[in-house]
């Protein structure tokens, strides 16, 4: 078996004759107490002696088996439940759980002896992470299907996706020896699932980490390059800092205040993101820094202290109004409390300062264990429970599909939040872009069903507009309403979309049945029989999916039964024996399955395909959304109607692509160089200058050779933007172009773009 949840994990290999295994017991123990030491707080007897059983079962259950690398396979459950223990604070059941994850699904243990020699709820975590990793492909959205099962394990035991992320972070870091493939098929179920997931628990360390592991194996390039620049500008940021908290720092002592401050480096992953979606440089994004203090309070004075300290800070330094943000008043929904601030420095540089008490960085950095270690000092767990109940409530419907499930989930498992409020004061929390109608589901769905309109802080206002945190909603219905189509376009939580298309739905069976009705009069009018053979003949005619699709598009009249056979072509409906004969339609020639089509195409499994000019004979395009040219990393997408598709590795469509439809990605490389040419976008952007215009377009048609096929340039206030189109042979020709333009006076910025 191989599924993509198995990330590292191999078949039983026998260990080398070399290999020394007294050294090797020795380094298991070695491992296993440190284990030990990594776990947080106070054990019972007990505990102990149930953690002591899971290790000694867990090393005699995996003892034939070892990892890719070669190393001894318990190694793997030891260090994720070290994560468990150390990154993510949890107790002895889950180190249990953690040392046990893999035997059921991988070793001759069964879920029964789980249960007899560690109890139920041991038992019932193992059965939920074996579910998880169990799932093998086959179907369309297998990784939908999957999500929705790591979903719904989560309602029932938390711990279940706490061990699994652990897992999954385990096998990030030791991803380097698998294949190339494989890697960037975790790396890329990584990004779409899990970083989102830990991020929505609140992991904030974790979803940093497994994000930057992502990108390493995604695009090593780009990975070391900033990484580099990062270690590079460390001892600058360094000084930087220290000068910059020196006043705060005596502020602070003089106020009597116990404190802590850090720097905060970013991530990697972060600041590529910053650059590809803001158009910036590196050094653009790098240059905000980020310091954080965290006061040793108690628990009621820690509000109080925080603005205390917020006052102190912008005692020294200007802030921006724009920039406050109180997550201390109001906590995100997974439970993030924390006073941020951005400020100006007397170099002229941005500080974004993040102030909060001991026990907010502690939810912060850990997120949900962290809560229910607080959970008796106050009410800071409930946002996150309202967060479950929510996963509960569109996960209790059995009809949803999963890939639309997962794509409306991730609408929300994405996006920030908003607060807003109902007319009497009421807060609720929605995700940004939430818009009026939105919140009309949010309060329930009879009142989203009815929606007719909107007043947002007494004004009226569409159904469309998005809401701004702090407004105050007031929602128009009428008993008349019924949601429309069109809907679907403005709304941004899962729910809403959830219950528009079940509205619709159920609009679409009411208009079925009347649809039925008109086929089964046709029938009766053409003398022929109404049983089943004769609907599958119309839908095979029509090309309809379903019966039910058949009647509903009857009904709308997109399909004329009277119609058939007419327009010309002489033939006309017949009926023999109460069976029809309807005339027959051309249809595409293409009527393979999928399967086959992609069997041809890859031929041996393994081989790449050769992106070049004897690929003629598939049917392959350069997809537009990356626009790809020769030397790109690249893969080949088996679509279902045009032949393959050839993106970039970093296209932003990749993620998905990978971690939905991985069985449909080809290997492909570029073969050699020929001399195919490549149309490829840049942009640029500098300050304005005489004749910048002229030598731009001389060194792309003169000194490269590169045949231009649009050019066009702006200018506002001495700034000037520009955007060319360029026959290029590869990436190295591409690369020698922009460096050549970089070097033009007045130039700032050259960047590649993808359309
Ligand atoms: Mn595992």
New binding site residues.
């Given amino acids: 078996m191989s599924t993509v949840q198995n990330a590292?994990?191999d078949k039983p290999v026998a260990a080398h004759p070399e290999i020394d295994l007294v050294k090797e017991r020795a380094e298991i123990l070695r491992r296993y107490r440190g284990l030990l030491r990594a776990i947080k707080g106070e054990r019972t007897a007990e505990e102990n002696r149930m953690i002591r059983k899971a290790f000694n079962i867990a090393v005699e259950a995996h003892k034939e088996q070892r990892r890719k690398s070669g190393e001894p396979y318990i190694y793997?459950?030891i260090a994720?439940a070290r994560i468990c223990a150390e990154e993510i604070g949890l107790g002895a059941t889950s180190v249990v759980a953690a040392l046990l994850?893999?035997t059921v699904e991988d070793t001759d243990l069964t879920l029964d002896d789980v249960k007899d020699l560690f109890g139920p709820t041991v038992a019932t975590i193992i059965d939920g992470l074996t579910k998880i990793s169990g799932l093998q492909f086959g179907t369309d959205s297998i990784q939908a299907e999957n999500f929705r099962k790591v979903l719904l394990t989560l309602a029932q035991d938390v711990r279940v996706i706490l061990v699994k992320l652990a897992?999954r972070l385990?096998?990030m870091r030791t991803l380097d020896s698998m294949a190339r493939d494989k890697q960037l098929k975790i790396a890329s179920e990584t990004l779409f699932l899990y970083a989102p997931l830990a991020h929505r628990l609140g992991l904030y360390n974790i979803k940093t980490e497994l994000e930057d592991l992502s990108l390493k194996f995604k695009e090593p390039a780009v990975y070391n390059e900033i990484s580099l620049k990062l270690k590079k500008g460390e001892a600058v940021r360094k000084r930087f800092i220290s000068r910059f908290i020196l006043p705060i720092k005596q502020a602070l002592d003089r106020e009597g205040l116990a404190y802590e401050i850090k720097g905060r480096p970013k991530s990697v992953h972060s600041i590529y993101n910053k650059m590809l979606k803001k158009h910036v440089t590196f050094e653009e994004v790098y240059d905000v820094f980020a310091i954080r203090i965290i006061l040793d309070t108690r628990a009621e004075l820690e509000k109080a202290d925080c603005w205390k300290v917020y006052s102190v800070v912008t005692d020294y330094y200007q802030p921006n109004p724009d920039r406050l943000r109180d997550w201390i008043s109001i906590p995100k929904a997974n439970g993030y409390e924390s006073l941020h601030t951005t400020v100006m420095s007397p170099g002229g540089r941005w500080v974004e300062v993040q102030i909060r008490s001991k026990r907010m960085d502690e939810v912060a950095e850990m997120g949900l264990a962290a809560h229910y270690r607080y959970k008796d000092e106050g009410d800071h767990a409930s946002a996150l429970d309202a967060w479950l109940n929510r996963i509960r409530e569109v996960l209790d419907d059995p009809s949803t599909n999963a890939l639309d499930f997962v794509n409306d989930f991730k609408l929300n498992l994405f996006s920030d939040e908003i607060v807003v409020f109902t007319p009497q004061g009421d807060m609720r929390s929605l995700p940004a872009g939430a818009t009026a109608l939105d919140f009309a589901f949010d309060i329930h769905s009879h009142v989203g069903r009815q929606c007719i309109g909107a007043k947002v802080n007494h004004k009226l206002v569409p159904l469309s507009q998005p809401l701004r945190s702090g407004d105050q909603i007031e929602i128009i219905t009428s008993k008349k309403q019924q949601p429309k189509e069109d809907w679907l376009n403005y709304v941004a939580t899962a729910k809403a979309r959830h219950k528009i298309k079940q509205a619709l739905r159920d609009q679409k069976k009411k208009l079925a049945v009347v649809g039925r009705e008109a086929v089964q009069r046709q029938l009766r009018k053409w003398g022929a029989k109404i049983d089943a053979a004769n609907v599958n003949l119309l839908i095979a005619y029509f090309r309809a999916t379903s019966a039910m699709d058949l009647y509903y598009q009857v009904a709308r009249g997109k399909h004329v039964l009277e119609d058939i056979g007419d327009g010309g072509t002489g033939q006309v409906v017949q009926v023999k024996n109460g069976r029809l004969v309807l005339p027959k339609v051309k249809h595409a020639p293409d009527e393979r399955t999928l399967e086959e089509v992609v069997a041809e195409i890859r031929g041996d499994k393994n081989s790449a395909l050769l992106i070049g000019d004897d690929l003629q004979k598939i049917d392959y395009n350069l997809s537009p959304c990356c626009n790809p040219i020769a030397g790109d990393d690249v893969f080949g997408f088996i679509t279902l109607n045009e032949g393959i598709k050839i993106h970039r590795v970093n296209c932003p469509n990749a993620v998905q692509l990978m971690s939905n439809f991985a069985y449909r990605i080809v290997k492909a490389r570029w073969k050699g160089k020929d001399s195919v040419e490549f149309l490829a976008g840049l942009r640029f952007s500098g300050i304005d200058d005489v004749g910048l215009v002229n030598k731009i377009t001389t060194i792309i048609s003169h000194e490269h050779n590169v045949n231009m096929r649009a050019i066009s340039f702006e200018s506002h206030d001495g700034i000037f933007e520009g955007k060319v189109k360029a026959y290029v042979h590869d990436t190295d020709h591409l690369n020698a172009l922009m460096e050549k333009l970089k070097r033009v006076r007045g130039v700032r910025i050259v960047e590649r773009v993808d359309h």
């Fill in positions: 590292g994990k793997h459950p994720v994850h893999d897992d385990h096998n």
